[in-house]
């Protein structure tokens, strides 16, 4: 057995990392759960009374889940199944308003019905690390991070892009530049993730892949900053409802980046050639 076989089938490549700390985990999703009916509330048309007396709901049932989490050591028992009963309900209440949109049963306000999918998708992402936080391979488990991330920052691109006013053409012009950047980048990774079906033993495109990711990231996480601070100083020409959406944004890109850190170290050491891991810069 080679070396690199060793390291693949030692017990801790099998049953890496992955575990996510789930009660850190429960911190982060429920505030961002929170804003999200908030940002529902904020965009639904005035006469949806009892759709934005629905949201309210969701926001006081994660605000009291949100102080419930700060005051326990461990995710278990009674706030466990508590907050997996509000985390369906928020995917419900969010599928429904889509579902109002999809069939035009309602008037739309100015909640994009890519918006509401999206924000959907985090809850389940959510749901699912609450019900099934099984350990994967590292490497698999990684490009089903990026392949999950991309998407959801390409689309925060998106919607910036259509909530800043025409005039603010610099700002578009960025946004345009980075929309390009993560498509590309969503592409690339849905390839790798199939080409990674096929079980390599090692695989270090992946890592060089994952630095541009990394490094491309970052770069946004500043852009999206950036944007927050522009809109609290009043800086900003926009229809964005609430400076907080791009604050929101902006900590959902450093969530990514916070996970790889974690990931791509795992992947390096169980699944790369070694000697052969050192990212060589692509330019
Ligand atoms: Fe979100
Ligand atoms: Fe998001």
Redesign the pocket.
Known sequence: MSQQDVTRNSPRCRNCVCEYNRLEEARFWSR?LQEHALFIKLGLPAGERELREEAQALIEIFMELRRRLQRVSRLEGQLLEDLIRAVRAIIEYKAKVLRNLLQCAAEPGSNYPLLLD??RR?AVRFLNLLQRPVPQDPLLMLLEQEVFWLR?MK??IEFIIHLLDPSERELINQAEEFRRTFSRLLETARDLQSMADTKPKSFNTVLRFTQDVINNTRALRDFKGAAFELARLCQLLSIVSNPLLLD??RR?ADKFLNELDVLLPEVRRCTSIPGQNEVVPFN
Do not use: A, F, L, Q
């Open positions: 961002i999206h924000i985090e959801i689309e925060h929101h944004v959902e």
